[in-house]
């Protein structure tokens, strides 16, 4: 045990400590932002599970900036980097594309990294609406719903380790009855908004179109990203130009069936204005998404809160997101857009 913890850490590592999951991604780095502002007698340990020299030189550039943003305080800032992938089938095997195992393989990485820091805890930041992930519709089941961060996986990790450890071990996520925009106005309140331009947020990051933005601007992500940074008062920060399609100004050029995250989240928000805004809205919130009541129940058990306070964070929440929805000035200037 010596010996692996003095390979993972040159000395020892300052306590009370943090450990946090660090992927270069906006939640992130505005959830880091965050907890650093909060708890200043802490030292952080960023954790990032790492599958492309690309994605490990964005995590790389960015906890520079952090170190030198925070340098003028007594606390250490250390970053565990863990490169790990999956060899190609060889032969006439067919690749298995959803990555499901990638969730389980960074908590794994994470827990492992908290454990030798001693730290009593292993942090994750995901705004609370991409956390649970609630289907665009009827048709979205299984693999069609990444479950990496959502509640109930974080809780079952949290027991699974648990029941190898011996003693309990926590994953927490400060932020799962937060927004995304709600997550980024650290980014504003600590003048960090210059960093958003070197997180990614694209599905299909890297894009791999010469002459292109690496980040597409039309998948679920970049929609997301980009209407939560307006509603933070974040626009300056985050400019058309990063993206293949700017959602602000125009869809020329796109094909019909690249629309389709973009029609599939707006249905869904109407949804769910619908029920926050009836005369039931957690009663009509379970019956359009039951998985929430499953949900709710976890997070009294695990909070400690009553039914009544977990229905009415998620409420608050999701009337939040709707109206974050409502103030995002999304182009429909094209043909093919009219129909949403």
Not at 205 to 213: A, G, H, K, M, Q
Not at 326 to 334: D, E, I, Q, R, T
Request: hydrophobic share 40%; glycine share 8%; aromatic share 8%.
């Amino acid at each position: 045990k010596s010996e692996f913890e003095k390979s993972l850490f040159a000395s020892p590592v300052a306590y009370p400590n943090i450990s946090l999951l660090f992927s270069g991604g906006l939640d992130s780095l505005a959830g880091l932002c965050t907890l650093m502002d909060k708890n200043q007698d802490c030292s952080f340990i960023l954790v990032s599970g790492c599958t492309s020299q690309l994605i490990a030189r964005i995590q790389r550039d960015l906890i520079k900036e952090m170190v030198k943003y925070w340098q003028n305080q007594s606390r250490e800032l250390r970053s565990v980097v863990i490169p790990f992938g999956i060899r190609k089938p060889v032969g006439n095997v067919q690749e298995e594309t959803s990555q499901r195992s990638r969730g389980f393989v960074f908590l794994l990485i994470g827990a492992a990294s908290a454990i030798m820091a001693k730290s009593t805890a292993l942090y994750v930041c995901e705004n609370g609406v991409g956390a649970v992930n609630l289907p665009f519709n009827e048709g979205q089941i299984g693999v069609d719903n990444t479950r990496g961060v959502h509640p109930l996986s974080l809780a079952q990790m949290s027991d699974f380790l648990g029941l190898i450890l011996g003693k309990s071990l926590p994953i927490v996520n400060p932020f799962e009855l937060s927004t995304k925009a709600e997550m980024c106005l650290a980014l504003k309140k600590l003048g960090l908004g210059a960093l958003i331009k070197m997180t990614i947020s694209c599905d299909g990051f890297p894009l791999r179109i010469p002459d292109s933005p690496s980040q597409c601007g039309v998948c679920t992500s970049c929609l997301l990203r980009r209407c939560s940074l307006h509603a933070a008062g974040l626009d300056s920060a985050d400019p058309g130009s990063c993206y293949r399609f700017d959602a602000k100004k125009s869809f020329v050029g796109i094909r019909k069936g690249q629309l389709y995250p973009l029609m599939a989240m707006l249905d869904q928000v109407d949804r769910i204005r619908t029920c926050v805004t009836s005369y039931s809205p957690w009663g009509a919130l379970i019956e359009a998404f039951p998985e929430l009541l499953e949900i709710q129940h976890n997070v009294c058990d695990r909070r400690h809160m009553g039914m009544t306070d977990v229905a009415q964070s998620y409420i608050r929440m999701y009337r939040a997101y709707v109206e974050e929805w409502g103030v995002f000035p999304l182009s429909l200037n094209c043909e093919k857009c009219k129909g949403v």
